[in-house]
């Protein structure tokens, strides 16, 4: 693969920018076997060259606020199953590709930072997990529009000290194109998300200290195409203390999921009844970072 991108300021407030990516994917895969005495195989090769593009332009309305808009390709490559999903004829699920327009603007001052898009996503050939359990293979579902607005906040209401505050809403359906999905939301794709968190520098004689709070709300989702598995909205809550040791040591306590929240990350079918696996629950760790160099 390959990437180049530019921006031009054309005056000390316009600018207009662009890019491209080249990249070449090649897949194969080769099976045999044989079931109930009946023998099985086939082999197959894929290549696939994509050119991707992007183009933004911003303007600065004032020294501290610039709005922007910007339109940009993307792609997920071909392949094939690690699990055979058909016995003589080996083929490949083709590339995902997906077109996104945004339209933005960010305001920055010494105290405070206000960003907000809204942004529409065409997906094309959208790549989706399907199948029996231990039997799922990826493949093409279709079409889906994804339509949204996200808004972020920062507050540096003191020396050392900023409060952070983030949300989203997300509609993603299959569109008429999908055979399988048409009108159903696309799995893992909240409706909605909002995070909030208090960081702050606390410098000492032996070094900074770190604190943070965070709380986290994550919206309903699904996790199959159908629709049939459902993860309610949940909230979590993490802290953590930094201790900046020397300049290249830094080591930190964390509590994820203080109140030990419990949900669903994955969720399936096994047959007529829907299996579920839930997250790790409350997690209390240490992380030590050195910077030899």
Do not use: C
């Amino acid at each position: 693969a390959a990437y180049s991108d530019l921006t031009w300021h054309l005056t000390d407030r316009f600018d207009i920018g662009g890019g491209v990516r080249f990249s070449h994917d090649k897949s194969s895969t080769q099976y045999h076997g044989s079931m109930l005495g009946n023998p099985f195989g086939d082999q197959g090769k894929s290549n696939d060259d994509q050119v991707l593009g992007q183009l933004s332009a911003g303007y600065m309305l004032t020294d501290d606020w610039r709005v922007y808009t910007r339109v940009a390709q993307g792609y997920k490559p071909s392949g094939y199953n690690i699990v055979p999903t058909a016995g003589l004829d080996a083929k490949p699920f083709v590339a995902e590709k997906s077109i996104n327009y945004e339209l933005g603007t960010r305001y920055e001052t010494a105290d405070v930072t206000l960003q907000a898009a809204t942004f529409y996503t065409h997906t094309k050939d959208m790549q989706l997990y399907s199948g029996p359990v231990g039997m799922q293979t990826l493949s093409n579902a279709g079409k889906a529009d994804a339509t949204g607005v996200e808004l972020e906040a920062k507050w540096r209401f003191a020396p050392g000290w900023s409060w952070d505050i983030n949300g989203n809403v997300i509609r993603s359906e299959f569109t008429n194109d999908s055979e399988l999905y048409h009108g159903n939301r696309v799995p893992f794709v909240p409706r909605y998300g909002a995070g909030s968190s208090v960081n702050g520098v606390i410098d000492t004689r032996y070094g900074a200290l770190m604190p943070r709070l965070a709380l986290n709300l994550v919206g309903p989702h699904y996790f199959d195409g159908d629709n049939q598995l459902r993860q309610g909205t949940y909230a979590t809550l993490d802290s953590s203390l930094g201790w900046q040791a020397t300049e290249r040591m830094n080591i930190s306590v964390y509590v994820d999921n203080l109140f030990d929240r419990r949900y669903r990350t994955y969720g399936y079918m096994n047959g007529s009844s829907a299996v579920a696996q839930v997250n790790m629950g409350r997690t209390v760790g240490i992380n030590t970072r050195i910077d030899f160099f």
